[in-house]
T-cell receptor, first 113, second 113 residues
């Protein structure tokens, strides 16, 4: 199993541009999440999904959209990038809502200039 | 408002020393307290976890101490090794809230040879 994969590894955007961060998992996990990691702030939940077709907002959802059309994929869209969205983004998956352990991808480092 | 507060932000110890990382939480409904370990350029990975009905849990050289009345928990790394150099995050979650993780700010641990 590849586990949780994320692309790209690095990305530089100009303010106002849009892009999609890709996340995929091959473990048939129901539950998937997106976090952003900023120095001293830990990881903060952006959006999550408890299954295909079901998404919900986390702690810091503004400026981001998600969709979950398949169990495997959970892309994160930045609608109009801002410098405040400069961060490292992690996707994670969990077998189901009753499970506690989250499996994280390797991350995408995003810089918005 | 940070629901899980972690200290210190960074820690340097000599090989064989015992780094101790402390976390405090506010929400008494939290029912699962994991610690995640993150190496540079990688995603976090679950290290050890505890539930509030247990005061201590050991896995290898890693020990969690839990004080429910004080709403505090800590990670001890016994006989620390240079390979333990990483960033450590405490977290908390609540089954009734879908097991979404709330993370502390992280502690960067450096173990000198």
């Amino acid at each position: 199993n590849a586990g949780v994969t994320q692309t790209p590894k690095f990305q530089v955007l100009k303010t106002g541009q849009s892009m999609t961060l890709q996340c995929a998992q091959d473990m048939n996990h129901e539950y998937m999440s997106w976090y952003r990691q900023d120095p001293g702030m830990g990881l903060r939940l952006i959006h999550y999904s408890v299954g295909a077709g079901i998404t919900d907002q986390g702690e810091v959802p503004n400026g981001y959209n998600v969709s979950r059309s398949t169990t495997e994929d959970f892309p994160l869209r930045l609608l109009s990038a801002a410098p405040s969205q400069t961060s490292v983004y992690f996707c994670a998956s969990t077998p189901d809502r009753g499970s506690y352990e989250q499996y994280f991808g390797p991350g995408t480092r995003l810089t918005v200039t | 408002q940070q629901q899980v507060k972690q200290s210190p932000q960074s820690l340097i110890v000599q090989k064989g020393g015992i780094p101790i990382i402390n976390c405090a939480y506010e929400n008494t409904a939290f029912d699962y307290f994991p610690w995640y370990q993150q190496f540079p350029g990688k995603g976090p990975a679950l290290l050890i976890a505890i539930r509030p009905d247990v005061s201590e849990k050991k896995e290898g050289r890693f020990t969690i101490s839990f004080n429910k009345s004080a709403k505090q928990f800590s990670l001890h790394i016994m006989d620390s090794q240079p390979g333990d150099s990483a960033t450590y995050f405490c977290a908390a979650s609540q089954r009734a809230a879908g097991n979404k993780l709330t993370f502390g700010g992280g502690t960067r641990v450096l173990v000198k040879p």
